[in-house]
């Protein structure tokens, strides 16, 4: 089985850490082919930035399609989730919904923390997307700014500690999400200090990418046609391709009548 991590974010060491954090999630067998954005931000942190990392994840996708049998959009926000789920013949997961799904099959309600509040508008957004808003407890996040997005788990380790403390005894929380690149790997580390279960949402995007390409409800060999096959302009050739590839010709059926099972005797 082969899955793709893309990173939306351009930072390579975000890479680096989610692709730790995935491939201790891996079991054998598995080969985990990582990539990163070629353009955008760092980090995304917001809907404007989102809608351009959407963009680029679907032409990073098209380009890395071969040969792939899931593919995992590694940036909580999910960019470009459904619009890929649109184009690609295997299964898409995002950290967000996977986590989130996850986080509601361990408890009643759950709550999210980041490293930053900027990500706060962002993240209500893909609880909504989701359809979660009336299990979710609520979001938090340090007031300290780390020294940067890759030092944020040294920098803050402490503070993300009393916000996820916080989540379960004020907001009600069962279950905590940390969420987003700078935090990958973060639960694992500080579980056994944590006042709740903590889900990692590169670790949930994994085992639901594992599941859904073991359940093979998508064929990643054969192609997935556009609905509205047109002409584009300027797109990058791989992508071009997707929006122009059309149904194959159904093939030639031949329906016979049903053998007669005669009179059934009692």
């Known amino acids: 089985m082969r899955l793709l991590l893309f ?3 351009t930072s390579q060491a975000l890479t680096d850490r989610m692709a730790t954090t995935a491939r201790a999630a891996l079991p054998e ?6 990539a990163t954005a070629p353009r955008g931000f760092p980090y995304i942190s917001n809907r404007s930035e989102a809608q351009i990392a959407g963009a680029v994840t679907l032409e990073v996708l098209a380009t890395e399609a071969t040969g792939t049998d899931a593919a995992i959009i590694a940036a909580f926000g999910d960019p470009g989730l459904r619009a890929a789920r649109n184009l690609f013949p295997f299964p898409v997961i995002g950290p967000a919904e996977a986590s989130m799904l996850t986080a509601a099959m361990l408890g009643d309600r759950f709550s999210i923390v ?3 509040p900027r990500m706060q508008g962002w993240y209500r957004d893909a609880v909504h997307e989701v359809g979660l808003d009336r299990r979710f407890a609520g979001f938090r996040a340090p007031r300290t700014a780390p020294r940067g997005p890759e030092t944020a788990q040294e920098d803050l380790r402490d503070e993300l500690l009393d ?15 940390t969420a987003g690149a700078p ?3 973060f639960a ?3 579980r056994a200090e944590a006042a709740a279960p903590l889900v990692d949402p590169i670790a949930a995007a994994v085992q639901q990418a594992l599941t859904l390409a073991r359940m093979a409800v998508h064929d990643p060999g054969a192609p997935r046609a556009y609905s509205d096959p047109k002409p584009s302009l300027g797109l990058a050739p791989a992508l071009a391709a997707r929006f122009q590839a059309r149904e194959p010709a159904p ?5 016979t009548s049903a053998p007669s099972l005669g009179r059934v005797k009692p």
Do not use: K
């Open 7 to 9: 990173n939306p974010n």
């Open 29 to 34: 067998g598995v080969t985990l082919r990582i």
């Open 188 to 190: 694992a580390l500080v």
């Open 183 to 185: 935090l990958a790997g």
């Open 114 to 116: 980041a490293f930053t």
């Open 163 to 177: 916000c996820i403390r916080a989540c379960c005894e004020e907001d009600g929380a069962d279950v905590v999400i």
């Open 251 to 255: 093939s030639s059926i031949r329906i």
